[in-house]
C-alpha cells in the first residue's frame, strides 16, 4: 500500500495501522496498511519487580532525588560516582533516566526521533518496564516487541549515555524491506509500522493479518485489543447525508494517527488544520455516493466526529503535497498549543461529556531541511522532571518551553489530561 507524508518520495511499505486522512474523492478516509539514562553503578541492579513498587513509581523516585540534588546541593554522590557541580549541567543532566541519545547507523534519524517520541510516553514505558508485554508474546510473532522492549529497559535503565538502536532496526527491517536500507525514510510511516508490529506482537492469536486498505476494514486494529490500541487508538464518525433524499448513514472508522490537511501556505494554527479537516465536504461529480434508499448515484455532505478520543493523540502535518507530477514540502508556521488543546467542538456529546477531548503536548518530531535532504529530530517532555529536551540523535540538550514551538513541526504527540 502506497502511504503518504514521506519525505523522500512515496515508496511502498507493508500493511500498518491506520491513519486519517483525506481521500482522492474528498471524503476522509483511515489509511490502513487500516535521564540519566546512565544509571550509576550503586551496587547491585535493583529487582525486576522492584520488589511491592511498580517500575513507574521507581523511576520517579530515583528521578527525584537527582532532580531535588541538583537544586540543593553542589554535587552528587551515589556511592562511588560523584558528579561535580563544576561539569557542565547538561552532562549532568544527561544522566537523568530516560534521558538516552540514540545512535545514527546512516540516515536513521527519522526512526531515533519517532523511539525517542514513544519512549517518552509515561504509559508505554511502563508497560514495557515492568515487562508485562512478555505474557501478551506468542511464539513466532514478537521480536519486534522484545527489540522494543531491550531498547525502552537500555533507554531508561541502562548505564550508557548513547545507545544503538541497531536490534531494533533490524527487526523492524525484515518485515519492511525499506527500513532495512540506509537511506532516508519518512517518520510518519516509520511510526505507523512500529505501532502495527507491536499491535501484531501483542495480539492474543499468533495468526497475522493482512489488511489491504481501510475499505477492507470496518474495525481498524481494535479486533484484539493490546496495549497499542488501549492507548493510540481513537475513533471517527462519518456522518454521510444524501443531498437528494436527505437520509443520513454512518460509518466509523478507527485511527491511530490523524493526517491534517495545511490550509495556508505561510501560517496557520493546529487549530486551522483541525477544522479543514472536520469542516463538512460535498461529494458531486465522480465523488458521488451511491444512496440506498435513492437507488442511485447522488451528491452528498459528508463530515466527521471523533466518537472515540484515544489516550495519546498523534497529529501528522500534512508537509509534503503533489503538484501536478512533483512532490514538495510546505514550510508552513504552523502554532500548535503545548496545553489545553481541546478537542471538545470536533467530539460527540459522549466524548465531551466525559471531558476526554483535552490534551497537553508531550512530544513533536520535526523535519527540517527539503524532500531528498532532510533531518528529524524530537522534541520530548520529561515525565519526571517536566522538562523539555531535544533529540538530535546523540545528541541532548534541554529546551525552554517557548522553543518547543517550531516552523518544523512533522508530528505531533497530545496526551489526554486526565492521564497526568
Known amino acids: 500500500m502506497e502511504l503518504e507524508g514521506r519525505g523522500d518520495g512515496v515508496k511502498k511499505v507493508g500493511q500498518a495501522v491506520a491513519s486519517v486522512s483525506r481521500g482522492k474523492h474528498g471524503l476522509p478516509v483511515a489509511s490502513q496498511p487500516s535521564s540519566v539514562p546512565p544509571r550509576p553503578s550503586v551496587g547491585p541492579p535493583p529487582s525486576r519487580c522492584f520488589l511491592e513498587t511498580s517500575i513507574k513509581e521507581e523511576i520517579k523516585r530515583f528521578c527525584r532525588r537527582l532532580v531535588h540534588s541538583w537544586w540543593n546541593d553542589d554535587s552528587i554522590c551515589l556511592e562511588s560516582v560523584t558528579y561535580s557541580c563544576k561539569e557542565p549541567m547538561e552532562e549532568v543532566r544527561s544522566h537523568l533516566p530516560g534521558l538516552t541519545g540514540l545512535k545514527n547507523l546512516g540516515n536513521t534519524c527519522y526512526m531515533n526521533a519517532i523511539l525517542q517520541g ?3 510516553l509515561p504509559p508505554l514505558v511502563d508497560y514495557f518496564l515492568s ?8 511464539k513466532g510473532n514478537g521480536e519486534a516487541a522484545t527489540a522494543f522492549g531491550c531498547l525502552v529497559s537500555d533507554m531508561w535503565l541502562g548505564e550508557s549515555a548513547c545507545v544503538s538502536p541497531e536490534g531494533f532496526h533490524s527487526v523492524l527491517g525484515k518485515r519492511y524491506p525499506a527500513f532495512s536500507k540506509r537511506t532516508q525514510q519518512d ?3 516509520f511510526l505507523i509500522c512500529v505501532l502495527n508490529e507491536l499491535h501484531e506482537a501483542l495480539k492474543k492469536s499468533s495468526k497475522r493479518k493482512c489488511v489491504p486498505d481501510a475499505k477492507g476494514s470496518r474495525g481498524g486494529v481494535s479486533e484484539t485489543p493490546t496495549i497499542i490500541t488501549e492507548l493510540f487508538e481513537g475513533q471517527l464518525s462519518y456522518d454521510i447525508t444524501c443531498l437528494e433524499c436527505k437520509s443520513t448513514s454512518h460509518r466509523p472508522e478507527s485511527f491511530t494517527v490523524l493526517s491534517l490537511p495545511i490550509p495556508s501556505k505561510s501560517a496557520c494554527s493546529l487549530q486551522d488544520c483541525l477544522e479543514c479537516f472536520f469542516q463538512q465536504d460535498t461529494l458531486t461529480w465522480n465523488n458521488q455516493i451511491h444512496c440506498s434508499w435513492c437507488g442511485s448515484k447522488q451528491d452528498a455532505a459528508v463530515k466527521a466526529t471523533i466518537t472515540k478520543a484515544p489516550q495519546i493523540m498523534i497529529f501528522h502535518l500534512k508537509r509534503f503535497e503533489w503538484q501536478g507530477k512533483q512532490k514538495r514540502k510546505l514550510s508552513t508556521d504552523i502554532w500548535y498549543p503545548l496545553g489545553d488543546l481541546d478537542l471538545s467542538p470536533y467530539s460527540s456529546e459522549e466524548v465531551q461529556r466525559r471531558r476526554d477531548a483535552e490534551y497537553s503536548l508531550c512530544a ?3 523535519h527540517s531541511g527539503f524532500l531528498d535532504d532532510g533531518h528529524y529530530t524530537a522534541f520530548c517532555k520529561h515525565s519526571v522532571s517536566t522538562n ?3 533529540f538530535d540523535d546523540a545528541q541532548i540538550s ?5 522553543s518547543v514551538q517550531t516552523h518544523t513541526a512533522y508530528l505531533l504527540f497530545y496526551t489526554c489530561q486526565s492521564l497526568l
Do not use: T
Request: aromatic share 12%; with cysteine; charged share 20%.
Open 118 to 120: 514513544l519512549c517518552s
Open 131 to 138: 515487562g508485562k508485554y512478555k505474557a501478551a508474546l506468542h
Open 187 to 189: 517518520a510518519q510511516e
Open 364 to 366: 513533536v518530531v520535526n
Open 388 to 390: 523539555w529536551y531535544s
Open 398 to 402: 534541554k529546551l525552554s518551553d517557548s
